[in-house]
């Protein structure tokens, strides 16, 4: 595991666009997304990236995390508008190459197998970029998630809701929609090579709760102690309670 800190969210953010720029160059081209205010700041630096030329998106293929159920996509809350907004519709993504969980899905359990087969199908991916929550979840793999899941509808957990509903996207909890389809924390951990990237104190237990160990279903974040290859880029502020 390797831990980069920086002073800030935008200096968190410009390394890892270095890092993706370099991984693409690589050849990790299929590619896991994240939603949430952590990641707004890095998708403003690779959209900085792509107009100076410093980045092609045509070979790319994402697969975003997690989507609200039921949320409609051209809703203005949706992952889905969230990510055409703050990001596809600046680069050069072919539309084709966009995968989506579709929050509308009349029948979520064959939505859900759908995505995992197909992420299956490529070997999984090469990239996966990942927050964290405060209770420590990845995507929308709750606390007690099962390691062994795989793209799923999930419930959501009673603090998920109070932090997604603090004004910074819904106003109040009643606003938020209480399930979610999911990438399962199997599907997540079979990822080649996984950024995280976390700001702000309130992010600091659940870093060192995930980071420190133990490994539990209780910390769902605390599964990457069992990847080889994760880098975590945090601000000051989330390291602190890092020992
Ligand atoms: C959300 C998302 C996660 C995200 C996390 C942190 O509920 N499902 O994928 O990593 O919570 O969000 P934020 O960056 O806004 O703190």
Known sequence: MKI????????TSKK?????????????????????STQIRLYHEL??????????FSLVNTFNLDEYYKINPDYSLSYRYFMDNHFFKHINLPKKNINFLNGLANDPIIECKKYETKIKSLGYLDLQILGIGVNGHIGFCEPYSSFDSETSLVNLSDETIKQNSDGRFFKNKEEVPKQALTMGMKTIINAKKILVLA????????????????????????????????????DKEASSELK
Not at 4 to 11: P, R, V
Not at 47 to 56: E, G, P, Q, R, T
Request: net charge positive.
């Open 199 to 234: 700001n702000g104190q309130r992010k600091a237990s659940a870093v060192n709760k995930a980071i420190e160990g133990p490994i539990s279903s209780k910390v769902p974040a605390s599964i990457l102690l069992n990847h080889k290859n994760v880098v975590w880029m945090l």
């Open 16 to 36: 890892a666009c270095d890092l993706f720029i370099k991984l693409l160059g690589k050849g990790y081209y299929n590619i896991g997304l994240a939603t949430g």
């Open 47 to 56: 959209v900085k990236a792509y107009k100076s030329s410093k980045i092609d």
């Open 4 to 11: 980069i800190i920086s002073n800030n969210h935008l200096e």
